[in-house]
């Protein structure tokens, strides 16, 4: 089955300061592969997206971008953060079959 | 945009009891859903799924149940334990939705808390 990998678990950055959250899969091949952030009791709002290397789409006009470099890995990266970019952000995958996505455990960013 | 919500942000049971989760969906191309549970701090967790040719699936305590006429899906949690709480996702996939890379949709959630 598919594993994801996400860290660090918690991050906690000052405002302006870059910032690179780094996600890689294990059990799988040329999966599509997602970057959602979650506000607090909120639901999962879906920011980026790439369905190969080097192929990244952004459903979210901000101050973050994505780049997938190699086909099981995918970072999230902000050259200068803001403090609306707290946040829980979980990077998902799915498989070509299309059934359900796979999880991994978080990152939960603080920016102070 | 959101087609997948919701009728009880907050559904509080007591230990033992059976759970109903509710979620209502807009788009008639859905072909497949998912129930993911989602403990505190923790990513989302599969727990049950279904295609749209099926109207109920069950699993270990666990029961979906998907009415296409009206658009409803459903979790069924039987013999609710106090490991259970967490909120609860409903999700859809949109057959032939190539936009947002086959991403699917996901419902805003309920809090599933159960009581002792």
């Known amino acids: 089955s598919q594993t994801i990998h996400q860290w660090p678990a918690t991050l906690v950055q000052p405002v302006g300061s870059p910032l690179s959250l780094e996600c890689t899969v294990e059990g799988t091949s040329n999966p599509n592969l997602y970057w959602y952030r979650q506000a607090a009791g909120r639901g999962l709002q879906l920011l980026f997206y790439s369905v190969g290397i080097g192929q990244i789409s952004s459903e979210v006009p901000q101050n973050l971008s994505a780049s997938r470099p190699q086909d099981r890995q995918f970072i999230l990266s902000s050259k200068k953060l803001l403090l609306s970019d707290s946040g829980f952000y979980l990077c998902a995958c799915r498989g070509r079959s299309g059934t359900e996505a796979f999880f991994g455990q978080g990152t939960r960013l603080t920016v102070v | 945009g959101e087609s997948v919500g919701l009728h009880l942000p907050t559904l509080s049971v007591q230990e033992g009891d059976n759970s109903i989760i509710n979620c209502a969906y807009s788009?008639?191309?859905?072909?497949?859903f998912i129930w993911y549970k989602q403990e505190s701090g923790k990513g989302p967790q599969f727990i049950i799924d279904?295609?749209?040719?099926?109207d109920k699936r069950q699993g270990q305590r666990v029961t979906v149940l998907l009415n296409k006429t009206v658009k409803h899906l459903s979790l069924q949690i039987a013999a609710t334990q106090p490991g259970d709480s967490a909120v609860y996702f409903c999700a859809e996939n949109i057959r032939g939705d190539s936009n947002s890379g086959y991403a699917l949709n996901f419902g805003k959630g309920t809090s599933l808390l159960v009581t002792p």
């Open positions: 279904i295609r749209s040719n099926m």
């Open positions: 788009n008639s191309a859905s072909d497949y």
